[in-house]
């Protein structure tokens, strides 16, 4: 019965506007003490007598649409205005969107969606969306799964489009500010990864001058911008590689290591050239050794424990040995050195030896001024001795010089032989000589006094 009421009140209301708008003329009407109805220059007004538009309520709307809710029909369908139920307020249409002309705000600065996700769109298309389960806002995605998930590139407002992330702290710039590189900036004395730092050219390169590695903040590697020589303990390496440090610790210098202790487990360090020759220094459970070998894998030289070997010449205090195995610019100190040769001087005590007389001995130290056989001084101050050789012909002449004293010796045996035979002789006659005396002596009267 109310609802009839209503109607035909509602009904009688409009009938009269219509008509006062219809005949253009300024009039008014209490309906029951409860509206009034103006007219004036076309516009029709409820609740008030100056209406601003064609119709101007000045007052509370009611509809006949769930609740009350004020359904606006046009030639392409309706929409619905008001609160369907005790907890919301709608605005509900038959068309698949609703279009605002404006910008919408709300005065508690909020925008929800009603039972999941909130997307936000343009020209139909989404755009972002807010999980209704977690709160994670996705751009260019409809599944975010963290607070802020992008699908897509990203563009800030620094230097060309870097993107800014400020902290309590400072800043992280991130993005190309210019055509050639990529960048990291920040307003920190310093940047930090937590985790270790992959490329994916497998390179790290300094920007302008030389790239130095550092630990806790200090430097422990730099590499030369310049010749790419890379120092250790030092900022201005001269070298491929130069390892500096101000301490005597054995622990401060380099440090190969296997950590395998089984036999034959070796640790070492290799030094090679495109011409195939190596330089290697190894080790292994109770053997050090120092190798140089050829490009064909020959050795050449190898320093093993104590012990050199070298298949080359060796030069000590000079850089031309020429063809001798060791050759030694200065003097040698040595408690013991032996010398292998392949002769030595015994053959003077051979039956079939030609033993010199003295007189040519003689006579060549005449015509020549050094002994037969024995190098002169010109000859050993140009060419040098050979020691082996030198000693073999020393012992030569010493065994000479002994044969020569055996002959001697034997010579002053026969004379000695031959004195003691004259000496017995002449004691023999002497004594004849005696006895002859006495005999005589005997015969003759001595005088008479």
Request: some cysteine; charged content about 25%.
């Amino acid at each position: 019965m109310v609802t009839k009421n209503l109607l035909s009140r509602i009904s009688r209301v409009v009938i009269a506007a219509l008509l006062l708008a219809i005949w253009d003329t300024q009039a008014q009407h209490n309906y029951d003490n409860q509206s009034t109805i103006y007219s004036e220059d076309g516009n029709v007004g409820i609740g008030t007598n100056d209406p601003k538009s064609k119709l101007h309520i000045n007052g509370s709307v009611r509809g006949n649409i769930g609740a009350g809710v004020l359904r606006v029909q046009s030639d392409h369908g309706y929409l619905d205005i008001g609160a369907r139920n005790a907890d919301w307020g709608h605005i509900y249409t038959d068309r698949p969107k609703i279009v605002f002309n404006k910008d919408v705000y709300t005065t508690t600065n909020a925008f929800s969606s009603y039972n999941d996700d909130l997307v936000l769109k343009t020209k139909g298309t989404e755009r972002l969306r807010v999980d209704h389960t977690h709160g994670n806002v996705g751009i260019g995605t409809n599944d975010p799964k963290s607070k802020l998930h992008i699908n897509g590139s990203v563009r800030g407002n620094i230097g060309a489009g870097a993107l800014r992330v400020q902290s309590d702290h400072g800043y992280l710039d991130v993005g190309a500010r210019n055509a050639d590189w990529g960048h990291i900036y920040t307003d920190r004395p310093k940047i930090i990864f937590n985790k270790d730092v992959y490329t994916i050219t497998n390179a790290f390169s300094s920007y302008n001058d030389d790239l130095v590695l550092k630990t806790k903040g200090t430097e422990r590697l730099r590499i030369d911008h310049t010749h790419g020589n890379v120092g250790i303990g030092t900022t201005s390496p001269s070298h491929k590689m130069t390892i500096a440090s101000s301490t005597s610790s054995l622990s401060a210098q380099m440090n190969i290591h296997n950590p395998d202790n089984a036999a034959g487990s070796v640790a070492g360090i290799r030094f090679n050239t495109g011409s195939g020759w190596d330089v290697m220094l190894r080790t292994k459970q109770g053997e050090s050794w120092l190798e140089l070998t050829d490009g064909s894998g020959g050795l050449k030289h190898r320093w093993y424990n104590e012990d050199y070997y070298a298949m080359g010449n060796v030069g000590i205090g000079t850089t031309n040995p020429g063809s001798y195995k060791l050759a030694v610019e200065g003097k040698i100190g040595a408690r013991e050195i032996e010398v292998k040769t392949g002769s030595w001087a015994d053959f003077v005590f051979a039956e079939s030896y030609c033993l010199r007389s003295l007189e040519e001995v003689e006579r060549f130290i005449g015509q020549h001024g050094h002994l037969p056989d024995v190098p002169s001084e010109d000859e050993v101050l140009e060419q040098g001795i050979n020691l082996g050789e030198m000693d073999a012909t020393l012992l030569q002449k010493i065994e000479e010089l002994m044969l020569y004293t055996l002959a001697q010796q034997k010579e002053i045996e026969a004379l000695k032989e031959r004195n003691r035979k004259l000496i017995r002789e002449q004691r023999d006659g002497h004594r004849s000589l005696l006895e002859r005396i006495e005999e005589m002596e005997s015969t003759i009267v001595p005088p008479r006094r």
